[in-house]
């Protein structure tokens, strides 16, 4: 088995060639949006997993999921020709390409953070105006009674 060491740095070095590649090289309009985010080898370095995000064409638009996969899809041997070229290992691993979720659960945890937020200002708000139902001291104590 090869360390992990090598296999972090040769995900990263495959993450980097894929990235210049789509970037520079492959001329897919599909793939004008893609943004490569990581990679993981598998510890024989035989298989690599390239993760990857979709940006819309716009602020509102919404992404291209569906064709970038395509065009990754197309591209795939063209990529796993320049992975081969720009690493220099023995056996040149198969490549696969994955969705990347965590942008888009960031997203959600940013919103319900927001919420959160929100509801704590109202009960801030709400608790600035309060004042005691009944006394601000509801205890009997010893000093009252003498």
Do not use: C
């Amino acid at each position: 088995m090869v360390d992990q060491a090598r296999a972090r740095r040769l995900a990263k070095r495959i993450a980097s060639i894929v990235a210049t590649a789509i970037e520079y090289e492959v001329k897919d309009p599909r793939l004008r949006f893609v943004t490569v985010t990581d990679a993981k080898v598998t510890g024989d370095l035989r298989e690599a997993t390239v993760y990857y995000t979709v940006m819309g064409e716009t602020v509102d638009a919404e992404p291209d999921y569906d064709g970038a996969a395509a065009g990754l899809a197309k591209a795939k041997g063209v990529l796993r020709s320049k992975v081969g070229a720009g690493t220099g290992v023995k056996f040149t691993p198969t490549l696969s390409f994955v969705l990347d979720t965590v942008p888009d659960a960031a997203r959600q945890m940013e919103d319900l953070l927001a919420k959160a937020k929100a509801a704590d200002d109202a009960v801030a708000r709400v608790a600035a105006n309060a004042r005691y139902a009944g006394e601000a001291d509801p205890y009997k104590s010893d000093h009252e009674e003498e």
